[in-house]
């Protein structure tokens, strides 16, 4: 039982994909393209919380942004240097990882008075690219991925899942505490 778990876990991760299929195009809100296919659309490139807002992705967007409530004590912490930031942040609108922590991190965003012309979101493939090469130079590996940075550096990065829940991490990142992502050990 415990090896089925297993790898339905690796099979359902937004890890490495090997799935090359490239869907039909149109057009969101954002300069990013969104893709279709007969099982589900994304959002491949730069994009806004706009676009999330609408289309395809609005059910899982909107419910998960309005049901979320973050941590009092850690949004008082993010809110007291979430600015000194830059964020880049990689999802894929087609994984579960992804549809289950963006919402939650633009609600922080929001709640915590981010200005979000120092955000970047990028969607990708199952691939984890974009035809514009938005990731390189970024190692990303895993959706979603926020990319904390200073100066043009990065400071730290949130991978794919908590710690201890997406706000307290944020936290620990924000006020450069000894923070390790998921897969750092």
Not at 42 to 49: A, L, S, T
Not at 87 to 112: N, Q, Y
Not at 136 to 153: A, S, W
């Amino acid at each position: 039982m415990s090896l089925y778990i297993l790898l339905l876990a690796i099979l359902s991760a937004c890890g490495n994909s090997n799935d090359t299929s490239t869907p039909a195009v149109s057009e969101p809100v954002s300069e990013a393209v969104e893709t279709t296919s007969e099982e589900q659309s994304m959002i491949v490139g730069e994009f806004v919380k706009e676009d999330l807002q609408q289309g395809d992705f609005a059910a899982w967007f909107n419910s998960g942004y309005e049901d979320y409530e973050p941590s009092a004590e850690a949004m008082e912490t993010i809110k007291n240097n979430i600015s000194e930031f830059e964020i880049v942040g990689f999802m894929g609108t087609w994984c579960p990882d992804s549809r289950r922590e963006v919402p939650h991190f633009f609600k922080i965003l929001d709640e915590a008075g981010y200005d979000l012309s120092k955000l970047k979101m990028v969607g990708v493939t199952r691939n984890k690219t974009t035809p514009e090469n938005l990731e390189e130079g970024y190692d990303m590996q895993r959706v979603p991925t926020f990319i904390f940075m200073k100066n043009g550096k990065e400071v730290n990065r949130y991978v794919e899942y908590p710690r201890e829940s997406i706000e307290a991490d944020i936290a620990q990142i924000v006020s450069d505490e000894d923070y390790k992502h998921s897969y750092l050990r």
